[in-house]
């Protein structure tokens, strides 16, 4: 992975891999810390470029989870995010080349963002691109500490209580009868993309990435063509169970925008 970025505050460790978080003896955490250091069976033996349906990562995907153009970094199928198919990245047990046409997140974020003031003074800072970014793109990841539900539903309720800003983020996946939860925080231990902000109208998407081990990647792509000096910006309820509310604990929304619900989606842990 290539990352160059950095915080802008010492306080806060840049980090370029999810990493787990501190140990509480619990069950759910050694189920955690199994699954993050595990490794997926499933590999492919193709030999330099990657196609469906020779290359057994595409097979699991469901068909090409990438577009590849002559010189340019591969981008996101703009039917992947309709059908919300598995994406499978090849791996470090494939035999593919690293040009593959199969592997993006793992290659890093997209040069030229960075972390700036927003106009808008409620927002605090935000991630911003200074080049012009192509509608599928991969622009960085969600990266932080791994946590369990009861490590999530704790800090959740310490940042509540103390006035402290939330960056835990719930991802909820379904696996035939399964639910899947998986938690992630980079309040501490983050990189770039904790410094990106809700919109009600966002110009990329966050979605589940995996390779090389189970526990997924929190992608987040371009959903249309973004102009250099914007911001990047995505909306926080991805799932399904969100809630808009009025409650006057409630955070109120800054973006501006014509769809704009005038409060943040948040998910009940």
Same mark, same amino acid.
């Given at each position: 992975? =290539?990352?160059? %970025?950095?915080?802008?505050?010492?306080? !806060?460790? &840049?980090?370029?891999?999810?990493?787990?978080?501190?140990?509480?003896?619990?069950?759910?955490?050694?189920?955690?810390?199994?699954? &993050?250091? #595990?490794?997926? /069976?499933?590999?492919?033996?193709?030999? =330099?470029?990657?196609?469906?349906?020779?290359?057994?990562?595409?097979?699991?995907?469901?068909?090409?989870?990438?577009?590849?153009?002559?010189? *340019?970094?591969?981008?996101?199928? !703009?039917?992947?995010?309709?059908?919300?198919?598995?994406?499978?990245?090849?791996?470090?047990?494939?035999?593919?080349?690293?040009?593959?046409?199969?592997?993006?997140?793992?290659?890093?974020?997209?040069?030229?963002?960075? !972390?700036?003031?927003?106009?808008?003074?409620?927002?605090?800072?935000?991630?911003?691109?200074?080049?012009?970014? +192509?509608?599928?793109?991969?622009?960085?990841?969600? !990266?932080? /500490?791994?946590?369990?539900?009861?490590?999530?539903?704790? +800090?959740?309720?310490?940042?509540?209580?103390?006035?402290?800003?939330?960056?835990?983020?719930?991802?909820?996946?379904?696996?035939? $009868? *399964?639910?899947?939860?998986?938690?992630?925080?980079? #309040?501490?231990?983050?990189?770039?993309? +904790?410094?990106?902000?809700?919109?009600?109208?966002?110009?990329?998407?966050?979605?589940?990435? +995996?390779?090389?081990?189970?526990?997924?990647?929190?992608?987040?792509?371009?959903?249309?063509?973004?102009? @250099?000096? @914007?911001?990047? $910006? &995505?909306?926080?309820?991805? =799932?399904?169970?969100?809630?808009?509310?009025?409650?006057?604990?409630?955070?109120?929304?800054?973006?501006? $925008?014509? #769809?704009?619900?005038?409060?943040?989606? %948040?998910?009940?842990?």
């Amino acid at each position: 992975m =290539n990352d160059d %970025y950095v915080h802008f505050n010492n306080n !806060i460790f &840049y980090i370029e891999e999810n990493i787990p978080g501190p140990d509480d003896n619990s069950l759910e955490f050694k189920f955690l810390l199994n699954n &993050y250091n #595990s490794q997926l /069976e499933s590999y492919c033996r193709c030999e =330099n470029v990657c196609s469906y349906p020779k290359c057994e990562c595409l097979k699991r995907s469901g068909g090409n989870n990438y577009v590849v153009e002559h010189g *340019e970094l591969p981008k996101l199928k !703009i039917d992947s995010k309709e059908k919300q198919n598995l994406i499978l990245e090849c791996n470090k047990q494939c035999t593919c080349s690293y040009q593959c046409g199969n592997r993006l997140v793992q290659l890093g974020p997209l040069k030229g963002l960075m !972390i700036k003031k927003c106009d808008i003074v409620q927002k605090g800072f935000g991630l911003f691109t200074n080049v012009f970014v +192509r509608n599928g793109s991969f622009i960085c990841e969600y !990266i932080g /500490e791994l946590l369990t539900k009861d490590q999530a539903f704790k +800090r959740y309720h310490h940042n509540k209580t103390n006035k402290e800003m939330n960056y835990i983020f719930r991802l909820i996946e379904h696996c035939g $009868t *399964e639910v899947i939860e998986t938690f992630y925080d980079p #309040s501490k231990f983050g990189n770039i993309g +904790r410094y990106i902000n809700h919109s009600c109208e966002p110009n990329s998407q966050i979605l589940p990435v +995996r390779y090389d081990m189970p526990i997924p990647k929190l992608a987040i792509f371009a959903c249309e063509d973004i102009k @250099s000096g @914007s911001e990047i $910006t &995505y909306n926080y309820s991805l =799932n399904s169970n969100t809630k808009y509310s009025e409650l006057i604990d409630r955070k109120q929304c800054f973006c501006k $925008t014509l #769809s704009c619900k005038g409060y943040m989606p %948040y998910d009940e842990i």
